[in-house]
T-cell receptor
Framework: AQSVTQPDIHITVSEGASLELRCNYS??????LFWYVQSPGQGLQLLLK????DTLVQGIKGFEAEFKRSQSSFNLRKPSVHWSDAAEYFC???WGSGGSNYKLTFGKGTLLTVNP | DTAVSQTPKYLVTQMGNDKSIKCEQN?????MYWYKQDSKKFLKIMFS???????INETVPNRFSPKSPDKAHLNLHINSLELGDSAVYFC?????????FGQGTRLTVV
């Protein structure tokens, strides 16, 4: 069955420090992978996605993620964290039999706290 | 312009009531979804519609009935609300892979 694991429930970093949020997936075929961010009381915003091609993908707000098939991972990174990055981050895998049957399976999220 | 909009943003109601959440998207997508986020922030798909046709129904109780009058709208009607229905409900739309989400509707059943 498809699953997404985010091993870190809560991460705290200092402003200006680098960030890496981990995501591992289990899926039998080539995955479609996503990172979403949810600020307090807000909806989900798509940060970036991987479908195929270059395994290093760039997203909004200075985030990037690297797909590593051998490790079944899609870790999210940012070189220098800003206080406004404090939020909940969700990794997701898109899957289905095709066309409109695709759906997202989400990880349980990683809460990011940024210290001044 | 808001791409995916839901109303209301907050909904507080008593057990046993019937309520609806409305969703509209102006992205021109064929597929729309409802996702539920529980108190532990876990997100799970409930339904998907494509051009007004139900595609995915993830073993959701039949008290929940989605309705799609056209491909830009997907409403969620919930009958006989229970305490356990308290959650944040997200509408989303997409071209098939991935989705753009609305701001969510926080439903509290008391």
């Amino acid at each position: 069955a498809q699953s997404v694991t985010q091993p870190d429930i809560h991460i705290t970093v200092s402003e200006g420090a680098s960030l890496e949020l981990r995501c591992n997936y289990s899926y039998g075929a080539t995955p479609y992978l996503f990172w979403y961010v949810q600020s307090p009381g807000q909806g989900l915003q798509l940060l970036l996605k991987y479908f195929s091609g270059d395994t290093l993908v760039q997203g909004i707000k200075g985030f990037e993620a690297e797909f590593k098939r051998s490790q079944s991972s899609f870790n999210l990174r940012k070189p220098s964290v800003h206080w406004s990055d404090a939020a909940e981050y969700f990794c997701a895998v898109g899957w289905g039999s095709g066309g409109s049957n695709y759906k997202l399976t989400f990880g349980k999220g990683t809460l990011l706290t940024v210290n001044p | 312009d808001t791409a995916v909009s839901q109303t209301p943003k907050y909904l507080v109601t008593q057990m046993g009531n019937d309520k609806s959440i409305k969703c509209e998207q102006n992205l021109g997508h064929d597929t729309m979804y409802w996702y539920k986020q529980d108190s532990k922030k876990f997100l799970k798909i409930m339904f998907s519609y494509n051009n007004k046709e139900l595609i995915i129904n993830e073993t959701v109780p039949n008290r929940f009935s989605p309705k799609s009058p056209d491909k830009a709208h997907l409403n969620l009607h919930i009958n006989s609300l229970e305490l356990g229905d308290s959650a944040v409900y997200f509408c989303a739309s997409g071209t098939g892979i991935g989705a753009f989400f609305g701001q969510g509707t926080r439903l509290t059943v008391v």
